[in-house]
């Protein structure tokens, strides 16, 4: 299964992105993983992405692409690929499109999990985070259950700074899923509900596409 996932911050892409990964067998590639992975090894794309970085300014296109094509080079890409968090506009979308037809293996599925940003919001901006561990915590919850600090709301769980992040989604990111439409490889499923729920609606949509 060769598949791209999108939807709003919030929508659970994350946390699908393993499960659907886990249940086809194929690596969850994300572009914050593919960052991480380039700056750590001193990798020529990754020394590019530092400058711009280090500069205060956003990494191009350009090198976001060379390294997504590098990872989808990795054996462990030959039976299928999730990508999570690429492409982000349609010029890298285009690119993929290139680039996977240029390999003969062209994406089977684009996943959308589409959700209203009044659940969004609410559903974030109730979280909290332990001071100490990092860990995600239930709304309901007075401490860590994993290491019994105290929790807090950092700030982009904040309802102004998640609308923010919505409004800058539906601008950049938002045009991909028309992009994918006109394609006909998009397909919808609501991001409502709990996370089992939500897998079991994902396998069921991508099944009729593997026919």
Known sequence: ??????????????????????????????????????????????????????????????????????????DDTANGFLLDGFPRNTVQAEVLRAYLAENGKPLEAVLELAIDNDIIIKRLSSRRTCKECGAPAAPDASQCVACGGELYQREDDKEEVIAKRLSVYEEQTAPIVDFYRTEGLLITISADGDVAEITKRAIAALSRVQG
Do not use: C, W
């Open 1 to 74: 299964m060769r598949l791209v996932l999108v939807g709003p911050p919030g929508a659970g892409k994350g946390t699908q992105a393993q499960f659907l990964a886990a249940h086809y067998s194929i690596p969850h590639i994300s572009t914050g993983d593919i960052f991480r992975a380039n700056l750590k090894a001193s990798t020529p794309l990754g020394l590019q992405a530092k400058g711009y970085m280090d500069s205060g300014q956003l990494v191009p296109d350009e090198v976001t692409n060379e390294m997504v094509k590098d990872r989808l080079t990795h």
